[in-house]
């Protein structure tokens, strides 16, 4: 590809930009880590339910944590409004072109958020299935949610950023009869990428089915606060 | 957000990518013109239905047109071999990690199709409903795919990419009645973005469905190539 010179001088610039995020991810690591803060960064292609698994973990678990909400969108406030609509305090990133969330926008909007007030706190990413892999937003663990309807083959096809989470959500299970998904499968070729990645499948219509992974993030917030 | 000199910088040569990129894309266009080849560039979220579009497609109007196919994905060739099963030549390009096809990269999978004898290119994009918007490839006309698991908010999210296609396909309305996708204010909120759009209703369980988006594809064909 690089007959232009300046493809090959943005591949430099590109690493400079990742280790700028780097740094400040860090930073924002330390003082939530400080605060007691647990911070969960959620990714997954658009549609692919991240606004309902945020809004189903809230509500099984707001009786023991507060909660708060960063919501990125390339444009319009309409995921932050339905966190609002369950009464949590929601901060709507509007990225305009870019195409995943970055650890310096993530610093701005959690000026927006009372860390003494606050437990959880979840980080909707820009829907996309490459670009927010690459980006260390300062969390503590990241979800990518697996939608029944977009296919088991999505795993092969997007091996990073499944590589780079420690939790898989394959959500809207009640689809399961409408497609052909292997979820044994894929939970295999999961593993194969990632040997610690944990997975869990839900389906909004069946709040019982958020019970597994309420209580293994329960379990995972009491490790870190006690270790 | 640009506390980071490099981040400026990038700005500047991204301009310069797409303005390199733009040239090339002038050059494979006049090539193409020249030899009567029509070029389709499918856009659309992971899962929402592209390859099953492509392939109906071809099915349908595989008496009147010689068709190639050329298949981006970050890894995999599970879709080129799904269009090779059905006796078409595919291209497959992996990207590695990049988020979208750009017009070096098609011109080099061209290199691998016989311009005689093909009259019908389909580029099937990266799954992104991001990136993808800003690379011009060439082609004649740009189709996005929105899928009814989606959801009908993605035209608010994902403007951009809508604003610069010409032809929306809403995806798997088998499944409407699972969903809450509002096809009308869909159509509504697109023709505001997109004066021009067209939108086609397709599911790949009724063939009949594809009539309509192939009787539009062949006038416009014809109007090309009259012109």
Redesign the interface.
């Known amino acids: ?1 690089p ?2 010179p ?2 090959r ?2 591949v430099k ?2 690493e ?2 990742l280790s ?1 995020n780097e740094k400040k991810a860090k930073e924002i690591m330390t003082l939530h880590r400080s605060k007691g803060i647990f911070t969960i960064n959620v990714m997954g ?3 692919s339910g991240k606004t309902t698994f945020i809004i189903e973990t809230i509500k099984a678990l707001r009786d023991k944590y507060r909660f708060a909400v960063i919501e990125g ?4 406030t ?2 932050s409004e339905k966190i609002k609509a369950i009464g949590v305090n929601s901060i709507q990133i509007n990225t305009g ?1 870019i ?1 995943h969330l ?1 650890a ?2 993530i610093e701005k909007a959690f000026s927006y958020i009372n860390l003494d007030e606050t437990d959880i706190v979840f980080i909707e990413n ?6 927010p892999a ?1 980006f260390n937003l300062g969390e503590d663990i990241r979800v990518a949610l697996l ?1 029944i ?3 088991d ?2 795993v ?5 950023i499944f590589r780079a989470c420690n939790v898989v959500a394959v959500s ?1 299970t ?2 399961m009869e ?1 497609f052909d998904f292997n979820v044994t499968s894929t939970k295999e070729t999961l593993k194969k990428l990632n040997p610690e990645i944990k997975t869990f499948e839900i389906n909004s219509k069946a709040k019982e089915s958020f019970i597994e992974w309420c209580k293994w993030l329960d379990e995972r917030i009491g490790s870190v606060f006690r270790a």
């Open positions: 590809m007959e232009n300046e493809v001088r943005t610039i590109e400079s930009v700028f292609s658009p549609g969108d390339i444009a319009s309409i995921d072109g195409c970055d310096g926008m820009v829907g996309n299935l490459v670009c690459d939608s309807p977009e296919g083959d999505k092969h096809k997007y091996p990073m809207k009640d689809l409408h």
